[in-house]
């Protein structure tokens, strides 16, 4: 571990891309996906999730698709999707198969670093026995891992992966030293060593876990002042002039972090034998905001006399955050499930989103709208292209007498119709 070392970062998307980028600048690095049209597109110099701007400015990487021409690395970074099936269990199928393909090319005193978010436990007891049966090798003797959890918040250009402190932690001391050493080299913003590998797979889960919870105060509070006939945002501006209150807004919860890590922690607790209500309860009204959204827009619609079944809804915005193209877990392709339970026919439009990737996950078809036919129209995601120039761009979608629903708070409450 003393000597420059050779990386292979396993996975190349909101995670891992950035991570070989950063690693290039100083290491010899291998960006690697399984995915050939993925390692092309990034050879051609092309990041469809926009998270790297130049791919030109790290000359020492390169990109692959062989599991071969990561074989000789001393560095396995592995940075992998770690989702949840239908039934919001974990799914540790893409983790496991990174194991397996590192296995395969794992040598003596190599190290592996998983960044990909689990339960406390995972690394060592779920990803480390799959290391040893595929490589022969011993845990401890012949090869280390390390932790070192994941902070990429996607689309976010004022916090890029450099200026985000780092958690790192080693399946052994001198391990831990070289995990933080190594990522020191490219975290300008620092790291924090943990104690053990088990204390950075909690602190990582818990950080989600915790803005899950919050939010979902909010989003019961907006329930509970709509009800109230009571603006929450005017609510929460109120509020939020006590120098200790935490301003979050209601809304829609997807994304690759908070609608998933919950779930890890709740399964490792369960297994533990005790029911976190409060994790449960928060992840329960969070799930149900796009029915809630749904009642809302309805509710408003027979306060105006107008015909339900078969009414048109236009709904802006397809991905799970503004400016952004990243539509992992959104929560909006729930939303228009929920109108058209009602009756509604509804159009989704988005700038941002990639229409195949889209109809592939989702079998969601994006429409380019057209001007004074929709009934109500939701503005879901607050991309720029959408809010730059106020509300009457949005307004001219509407027939007259139409619902503006501004779910984001994005204008003021005279400028639409119903706000959450």
Request: aromatic residues 6%.
């Amino acid at each position: 571990m003393n000597d420059a070392p050779r990386i292979a970062v396993i996975g190349l998307g909101y995670v891992g891309l950035p991570l070989a980028v950063e690693f290039g600048k100083h290491f010899d690095t291998i960006g690697f996906d399984i995915s050939e049209t993925r390692v092309a597109e990034l050879r051609a110099g092309s990041d469809r999730t926009g998270e790297v701007d130049d791919l030109s400015q790290s000359p020492h990487l390169r990109f692959a698709s062989a599991i071969d021409d990561i074989r000789g690395c001393s560095v396995y970074i592995i940075a992998v999707p770690t989702p949840i099936d239908g039934n919001h269990r974990p799914d540790l199928t893409p983790l496991i198969r990174a194991s397996e393909t590192v296995g395969q090319v794992l040598g003596k005193g190599d190290v592996v670093i998983f960044e990909s978010t689990v339960y406390p436990g995972a690394t060592e007891e779920d990803c480390v026995p799959v290391l040893e049966r595929v490589s022969g090798l011993r845990f401890n003797e012949d090869f280390h891992v390390g932790y070192s959890p994941e902070r990429i918040n996607p689309g976010d250009k004022a916090r890029p992966l450099p200026m985000i402190v780092k958690v790192t932690s080693g399946s052994t001391p001198a391990v831990a030293d070289f995990v933080d050493g190594l990522y020191r080299t490219i975290i300008t913003a620092g790291t924090f060593k943990a104690s053990s590998i088990r204390v950075a797979e909690a602190a990582k889960v818990i950080e989600n876990t915790q803005r899950d919870v919050n939010i979902a105060l909010i989003n019961e509070l907006a329930m509970v002042f709509a009800r109230l006939g009571i603006d929450t945002s005017e609510v929460i501006d109120a509020a939020a002039t006590k120098w200790n209150f935490m301003r979050l807004k209601p809304g829609l919860v997807g994304g690759h972090c908070i609608g998933v890590d919950p779930y890890y922690l709740l399964h490792r607790a369960e297994k533990a034998g005790h029911i976190p209500d409060i994790i449960r309860i928060a992840r329960e009204i969070n799930n149900g905001m796009p029915r809630e959204v749904a009642r809302r827009l309805v509710q408003a619609m027979i306060g105006k006399d107008m015909q339900i079944r078969g009414a048109r809804v236009l709904v802006l915005g397809a991905t799970f955050k503004e400016n952004c193209p990243d539509i992992r877990n959104t929560k909006v392709v729930d939303l228009t499930a929920a109108l058209r339970d009602w009756g509604l026919e509804v159009d989704l439009t988005d700038p941002e989103a990639d229409p195949d990737e889209l109809a592939h996950e989702y079998g969601v078809t994006l429409t380019q709208p057209q001007r004074g036919v929709y009934d109500a129209i939701i503005l879901a995601v607050a991309h720029d292209d959408f809010v730059s120039d106020g509300p009457e761009p949005l307004r001219d979608y509407l027939r007259p007498g139409g619902v503006f629903f501004d779910m984001k708070a994005a204008f003021p409450t005279d400028q639409s119709d119903l706000r959450l």
